[in-house]
């Protein structure tokens, strides 16, 4: 076994102990243990997981809080575990990409491989487009866009990656059925 599927190994473990766990203080824990892993980098990691979960766990914080308010119980028990738990799943993913080469943890079985080329080919292709769509709207404006302009060049732009991936989607199906992938 390669270090690579060790670490793959261990990351779904990690992950599936993080799910089965309800006590904040272990989750804290495992958290805590995540990012000594982490070692020079656990800051970083730690910032990029803390903003990619942001505006979940806000919105669902700030919903559970108002129902629980509404229903009159208290929500911190839950509202710990489940900001807990996302954020150590999140560093946990970071952490496992920071450490690991996918396609070679994977190398086991030809069909994951080609599966996971196809994200990785789709990821890389919405990168470079979210890229061009934001020095479109850069070389196409005279001065700092306004907030309502930029609205409508996301929306323009989420349009657009909705289409593509639906398009996309369709064609990895049909590439994927033409070799045998599904049984319908």
């Not at 709207?137 to 909705?162: G, K, N, V």
């Amino acid at each position: 076994m390669n270090r690579d599927r060790a670490a793959l190994l261990l990351y779904l473990i990690a992950v599936l102990a993080a799910t089965l766990i309800h006590d904040p203080v272990w989750l804290a824990a495992g958290l805590g243990l995540a990012l000594l892993a982490s070692g020079r980098a656990a800051a970083g990691i730690l910032r990029r997981a803390l903003l990619a979960v942001l505006a979940f766990n806000l919105a669902i914080s700030l919903s559970y809080a108002v129902m629980a308010w509404l229903q009159d119980f208290s929500p911190w028990q839950t509202l710990i575990r489940l900001n807990l738990r996302v954020l150590l799943l999140t560093v946990l993913s970071f952490l496992f990409i920071a450490r690991a080469n996918l396609f070679r943890a994977l190398d086991f079985s030809q069909g994951l491989t080609y599966v996971l080329g196809l994200a990785y080919s789709q990821a890389l292709i919405f990168r470079r487009a979210h890229e061009d769509f934001r020095l479109a709207l850069d070389s196409r404006s005279l001065r700092r866009p306004r907030l309502i302009d930029r609205y409508r060049a996301s929306a323009a732009a989420t349009a657009w990656f909705i289409e593509k991936s639906l398009h996309a989607a369709t064609q990895s199906a049909q590439a994927l059925r033409s070799r045998g992938f599904f049984n319908d």
